[in-house]
Antibody, heavy 118, light 110 residues
Framework: QVQLVESGGGVVQPGRSLRLSCAASGFIFRSYAMYWVRQAPGKGLEWVAVISHDGSKKYYGDSVKGRITISRDNSKNTVYLQMNSLRSEDTSVYYC???????????WGQGALVTVSS | QSVLTQPPSASGTPGQRVTISCSGGSSNIEINFVYWYQQLPGTAPKLLIYRNNQRPSGVPDRFSGSKSGTSASLAISGLRSEDEADYYCAAWDDNLSGPVFGGGTKLTVL
């Protein structure tokens, strides 16, 4: 069955960096787009980034553009989210979501909590 | 401020039918598929409806989706206590090159 397992979350100071990873299994990873979607405490869902199946296309939400980079390693069935210059408003649970491209995703991981605080 | 607009709350009694609306625009709902997600307290969202009205295997046929123009709706018939959750609509947005979400609707089963 499809499994998406996020890791790398934690507490980080404002202005610092953090990298999230999402290990995928149970499907042909290289055939699917991958998304990151976040949810601030008590709030709704917000799209963060998307990457095409081969990594050739990457798009970002306006609130993180310029500070966040999505990437993937199809040989390791893993997608990454590099977050720089973190702000308190980036505090959220970050979900890894499987494609397809042009959708809002089908399978979701369990989420990784990122807390930005001094 | 979410790109897609949902009512913040909805409610019904067991056995009733409830609908949740989702309003968007010409760059998202009108030209792309609509997705619905159910989020139970403390858990990750789960796909409920894809491609406007398709149910993944395992989702009861009490849940149905529809779309017309720039709006969509989720209907839940035969309401049960376990349906109490947050529900989100979403669609790809061609202007943003990414998905947009509604603000979520909290469903209470009275």
């Amino acid at each position: 069955q499809v499994q998406l397992v996020e890791s790398g979350g934690g507490v980080v100071q404002p202005g610092r960096s953090l990298r999230l990873s999402c290990a995928a299994s149970g499907f042909i990873f290289r055939s699917y787009a991958m998304y990151w979607v976040r949810q601030a405490p008590g709030k709704g869902l917000e799209w963060v980034a998307v990457i095409s199946h081969d990594g050739s296309k990457k798009y970002y939400g306006d609130s993180v553009k310029g500070r966040i980079t999505i990437s993937r390693d199809n040989s390791k069935n893993t997608v990454y989210l590099q977050m720089n210059s973190l702000r308190s408003e980036d505090t959220s649970v970050y979900y890894c979501v499987r494609g397809p491209w042009g959708s809002a995703g089908d399978h979701w991981g369990q989420g990784a909590l990122v807390t930005v605080s001094s | 401020q979410s790109v897609l607009t949902q009512p913040p709350s909805a409610s019904g009694t067991p056995g009733q039918r409830v609908t949740i609306s989702c309003s968007g625009g010409s760059s998202n709902i009108e030209i792309n598929f609509v997705y619905w997600y159910q989020q139970l307290p403390g858990t990750a969202p789960k796909l409920l409806i894809y491609r406007n009205n398709q149910r993944p295997s395992g989702v009861p046929d009490r849940f149905s989706g529809s779309k017309s123009g720039t709006s969509a709706s989720l209907a839940i018939s035969g309401l049960r206590s376990e349906d109490e959750a947050d529900y989100y609509c979403a669609a790809w947005d061609d202007n943003l090159s990414g998905p947009v979400f509604g603000g979520g609707t909290k469903l209470t089963v009275l």
